[in-house]
């Protein structure tokens, strides 16, 4: 660890919430405060400072990053901590607001400012005595190197690869654009850096993450950036697995569905959040991909690459949507029998395009629709898995699970971390971070069984 001598040593405590985009934010901040010459505390009632890295796409989120500021700021009142400094997405929309109801926040900064959370940690204007976050806010973006002293909150053999920031899409119910800004794509060359440094790490697992992953490069102005990237980091020594995440179905094309078919490395996986299917709702939702389009791609998909794996979301309850919209929703689910699905119900954001729009789903409807979408989905997954027994399928062992001690879990090329089910492994000779053929042997609703083989 390298020390500049400019602070004296204090712990940090970090909350992060949010998705994995947000989760290498934290990553590159530890590392950057830790190479300046603090010290990273996983309690959080050891921390002189702690840091909330937070989100704010839906309402359910924005109160789960509200209650996590609370309860830091508590502890500080209390006295075990001298220092409350709030990021992320949340702080973005709202600085003025948190620091006017939280009195306990000494700082507050947008996404764009993490670097600088370092520098206000050494003495302030007392005549103030915290950042103004407007003056934070408009303030030039600011990034890490990706190769920098990051430090992994994943498993050591499995790592978020964040490929670039912001989005220039302009679906009518999210908020991201005006929070993160229009896409910018890390350069190619700097992320196979990151890739090699990470391989060094031991991490064999790379998934692949941004807004929109399709778009990458775009912004570089190279021809089918994504393509480039994806065949740069296959080089890489050390890296077994490369997952994609968040592929704008738009931007899907033949290249891109053959790359992955004949690439080794690259799992047969492809997340597609679609949103809705209908095309009057996808209208609404000024998504640019209509049904019909929707429908070829995903043939084309399963034509070319044996055993793919695709995952979507789809949101329930967004305005207009009607009980004809919602079955006719419910019916493509049905029948395109995709492995993994999430939903959500319609959050009425302030400063998307939608807000605009009447809210005419009641609650209580929402949730019902994403209530059946999903026990629709559960059938389906449970058959998928049942037709896998007797199968054999590399499995990365992830070691013991995180609830269920004394269970053994790990993960098929096709089930993504965090988000997808689990390989429930008989076998004692295994050690996290190992690739080996195992054996189907059973399947529950969401997760599998399987047993070590030879070979």
């Not at 947008?110 to 003495?123: A, D, I, T």
């Not at 030039?140 to 050591?156: G, H, K, M, N, V």
């Not at 053959?258 to 690259?266: A, D, F, G, S, V």
């Amino acid at each position: 660890m390298k020390n500049k001598t400019q602070p004296a040593l204090k712990k940090i405590g970090m909350v992060s919430l949010g998705c994995p985009k947000n989760a290498v934010d934290t990553e590159y901040l530890l590392g950057d405060l830790v190479n300046t010459g603090y010290e990273i505390t996983p309690d959080k009632e050891e921390a002189d400072v702690l840091v909330v890295n937070t989100c704010g796409f839906i309402e359910s989120a924005k109160r789960e990053s509200v209650d996590a500021i609370l309860e830091m700021a508590q502890l500080k009142t209390d006295g075990r901590c001298q220092k409350l400094i709030v990021t992320g997405c949340l702080s973005e929309r709202y600085s003025d607001d948190l620091l006017k109801e939280i009195p306990e926040i000494d700082h507050i900064f947008g996404v764009n400012q993490y670097p600088r959370l370092k520098e206000v940690l050494h003495p302030v204007d007392p005549s103030t005595g915290r950042t103004q976050a407007r003056d934070q806010m408009n303030g030039p973006a600011e990034y890490f190197e990706p190769y920098a002293d990051r430090i992994l909150t994943t498993p050591s053999y499995s790592a978020y690869l964040k490929i670039s920031e912001g989005c220039s899409n302009k679906c009518a119910f999210c908020i991201i654009p005006k929070m993160r800004g229009h896409i910018r794509s890390q350069p190619l060359a700097s992320l196979v850096t990151e890739a090699r440094q990470l391989a060094q790490l031991g991490v064999r697992e790379l998934n692949l993450i941004s807004q929109d992953t399709t778009m990458y490069g775009l912004d570089l102005r190279m021809k089918n950036g994504l393509n480039s990237l994806l065949e740069a980091l296959a080089k890489v020594e050390g890296i077994e697995w490369i997952r994609l995440f968040y592929c704008y179905p738009t931007f899907i094309n033949t290249e891109l569905i053959e790359l992955i078919k004949r690439e080794e490395k690259i799992c047969p996986y492809i997340d597609v959040p679609l949103q809705h299917i209908h095309d009057e709702m996808l209208t609404r939702m000024k998504r640019q991909e209509r049904e019909k389009k929707v429908r070829l791609m995903l043939d084309e998909i399963r034509a070319k690459i044996p055993g793919v794996a695709l995952r979507t979301t789809f949101i329930t309850g967004f305005p207009g949507e009607t009980e004809a919209h919602f079955q006719h929703l419910l019916d493509f689910l049905k029948e395109t029998r995709f492995d993994h699905v999430g939903a959500f119900t319609y959050s009425h954001e302030e400063g998307t395009t939608a807000f605009d729009y009447a809210d005419d789903v009641p609650q209580k409807i929402k949730q019902e629709r994403k209530d059946e979408l999903m026990q629709a989905q559960k059938t389906i997954s449970l058959q998928k898995n049942q037709a896998k027994v007797g199968e054999v399928h590399p499995v990365l062992v992830e070691g013991a699970d995180f609830e269920e001690s004394y269970l053994v879990t790990g993960r098929l090329p096709t089930q993504a971390p965090e988000i997808d089910g689990q390989v429930i492994i008989e076998a004692s000779d295994v050690e996290p971070g190992m690739i080996v053929p195992m054996r189907i042997l059973s399947a529950t609703d969401y997760d599998v069984v399987a047993t070590r083989i030879d070979g």
